[in-house]
């Protein structure tokens, strides 16, 4: 071995308190084919120099030999393609070490694309063929156009939603445009079938027009039992989700928003439990209030919170902050109970629980050290969080990431497959306020009171009590209107989206 410093792990940046390491996860995991002498220490370097990489060796498997060489595909988990780099050169570095090939994991899985239509009938004989296709199917088709209804019964419309985007607000990747948005539907499709047995498809739209997404969706609802949309910028998401609820006799439901919104109150319902405090007693500041923000806020707005604080870019949203957009102008007038207008530092300072969903490394764990006892830090920006969770915990009594290497992940596919689910069995209309608010508590209570603890808040995604549990809560409020949820605070607003039409400004 060539005496050389290798090349550490990704580290913190000395010159920013708040920088975040990252760990290795499986996002960013590659297979190396290795050649190496056959000989009884050979092995054994590869996966010490990995180690010393600060990379996580999860398999190797010998794929040829000869009575002088072995080649091995030697995987790993690492921190991003920068540190991948890294630990390939590394290798490369080792004496005697022929590094023939590299494959990204992640990009081997997307190749070709992540779902497929599969029929559910047999077309093994003229016979079958008949029936599903001409000349059997133009009775169906006949019976639909007398009872339009019966599409639901007759079609795929029973089971199936659209997975909608225009590409402009790309998971934290920005506008992106439809194509590089498509991988991200093809996944959300997929989760659908895996937890709520739901077929759904991604439709990405090649535009960012308003009145013509509107259109277009509306123009093939028929086809579909729900919308989905996702990825969408705000503001417009809002008015495009408010304009299609009022167009379609269809669920209309914006994940971003709502299954966000329901993941966090689940969660926050627990975090509750943990430390002994009431929602209509704590002070929430959420750092971000975008589309998941707003919808967050609203929430926790209509479950009687104690206070809230809304931040973004141009601080802390209060009465008489001028430029102001509608949908910011509404959480001004109806949050910050004592009109606090200083930066998201001072806003925590004796916060009971502090919400981001915005942009890495905004705090630190001293800001979190201000909070008050017990404190509830929910940092779900990803892949980097608004503080560093380690730093977190040493001050908060429970903390929750949207990251899946971390504890209590909270991810949205706890809600929006259940949430579709128990829409589609009740043949709903609409997505409702209620059935958040169902669905929220279903996800909470799944966990069990006797079962929660600080590292344990939410079900863990794979768990398979939480979609039927969703979804018979969602279907149990689709059935009984306002049977599930207390009157709305008179702090809240009435409506999910009472705001949306007015919503016209890019914040």
Known sequence: ?????????????????????????????????????????????????????????????????DPTHVVVDLTCDTADAGHADQVVQALTELDGVDVRKVSDRTFLLHLGGKIEVTPKVALRNR??????????????????????????????K??????????????????????????????????FK??????????????????????????????????????????????IEARLRDL????????????????????????????GKQLSDVRVVVSGAGAAGTAIMKLLLRQGVGDIIAYDRQGALHRGLPGLNSAWQWLAENTNKENYSGDLRGAVAGADVFIGVSAPNL?????????????????????????????????????????SDQPNQINNVLAFPGVFRGMLDAHAEEFT?????????????????????PTVIVPSVFDSRVAPAVAAAVRAAAQNPGATAPPAADSGPADLTEIAAASSATP
């Open 127 to 156: 016979d079958e063929l008949s029936r599903a296709y001409t000349p059997g199917v133009a009775r169906v088709c006949q019976a639909i156009a007398e009872n339009p209804a019966d599409a639901r019964r007759l079609t795929i």
């Open 1 to 65: 071995m060539r005496g050389r410093r290798r090349p550490g792990p990704p580290s913190r940046d000395r010159r920013d308190p708040v920088a975040i390491t990252r760990l290795p996860s499986a996002g960013f995991s590659i297979t190396i084919r290795i050649a190496v002498p056959a000989d009884a220490s050979s092995i054994g370097r590869l996966t010490t120099c990995v180690g010393e990489a600060g990379a996580i060796v999860t398999a190797l498997d010998v794929v040829d030999s």
């Open 194 to 239: 895996r937890f709520g047995g739901v077929d759904a498809w991604p439709v990405v739209l090649d535009t960012q027009d308003t009145d013509e997404i509107v259109n277009i969706v509306r123009a093939i609802a028929p086809a579909y039992g729900g919308i989905n949309l996702e990825d969408i910028a705000a503001p417009r998401c809002f008015e």
């Open 363 to 403: 705090l630190t764990g001293e800001d979190i050290a201000t909070m008050a006892k017990d404190a509830i830090v929910f940092a779900l920006a990803n892949p980097d969080p608004e503080v560093d969770p380690r730093e977190a915990r040493k001050y908060a009594a429970v903390v929750a990431t949207g990251r």
């Open 248 to 275: 379609l006799d269809i669920p209309v439901f914006h994940d971003d928003q709502h299954g966000t919104a329901i993941c966090v109150l689940a969660a926050l319902t627990n975090a509750l439990r943990v430390v």
């Open 158 to 191: 029973r089971n199936t939603v659209a997975v909608v985007s225009d590409g402009s607000a790309v998971l934290g990747l920005g506008n992106l445009g439809p194509a590089a948005s498509l991988p991200v539907m093809e996944g959300k499709a997929a989760l």
């Open 433 to 453: 306020e209620e059935m958040a608010i169902a669905a929220a508590r279903a996800i909470a209570d799944v966990v069990g009171e006797e079962k929660i603890n």
